[in-house]
């Protein structure tokens, strides 16, 4: 018989906020899945921009948000620079889906977009965000 040591447990376990601010789950019902929705939303005149995002939107009456992604090589070259972008837009749809009104987003970076720091990404994706909200609720 083995004694197995006992598992720590770390202080972020401890001390973590519940699961649905917490998990990071990017579910089908809350993406665009197909190359049709992507096309609905591109081809609305809708737009926010920021200095190094663009958010393509296009207000629906369903009631819940979803989110798209299409960060280029041709706008952001590395891959984890790419992935960064992404997993930003990520996250801050995923803080701000309950305040959104119903709309389908799809996230484009700029040029640029891979040479901010973090917070900065984290500060332009939530200002494109709340701009995209007010637009959408004004009409």
């Known amino acids: 018989?083995?004694?197995?040591?006992?598992v720590?447990?770390?202080a972020r376990a401890e001390?973590?906020?519940?699961?649905?601010?917490?998990?990071?789950r990017f579910p089908r019902a809350v993406r665009l899945l197909s190359g049709r929705d992507y096309q609905r939303v591109?081809?609305?005149?809708?737009?926010?921009?920021?200095?190094?995002?663009?958010?393509?939107?296009?207000?629906?009456?369903?009631g819940s948000s979803r989110l798209g992604l299409a960060v280029s090589r041709k706008r952001v070259r590395l891959a984890?620079?790419?992935?960064r972008v992404k997993r930003v837009a990520r996250e801050q749809f995923r803080l701000s889906r309950a305040d959104l009104p119903g709309?389908?987003?799809?996230?484009?970076?700029?040029?640029?977009?891979d040479a901010l720091s973090l917070p900065?990404?984290?500060r332009q994706m939530r200002?494109?965000?709340d701009k995209a909200s007010r637009k959408c609720a004004a009409s």
């Open 15 to 24: 001390n973590a906020e519940p699961a649905a601010v917490t998990g990071g």
């Open 80 to 83: 984890h620079e790419r992935n």
């Open 103 to 113: 709309m389908d987003i799809v996230v484009l970076a700029k040029p640029g977009a």
């Open 127 to 129: 200002q494109a965000l």
């Open 120 to 122: 900065d990404l984290h």
């Open 1 to 6: 018989m083995t004694d197995a040591p006992p």
């Open 8 to 10: 720590a447990r770390s």
């Open 42 to 62: 591109m081809r609305g005149r809708d737009r926010v921009h920021t200095a190094n995002l663009m958010l393509a939107l296009r207000c629906n009456a369903e």
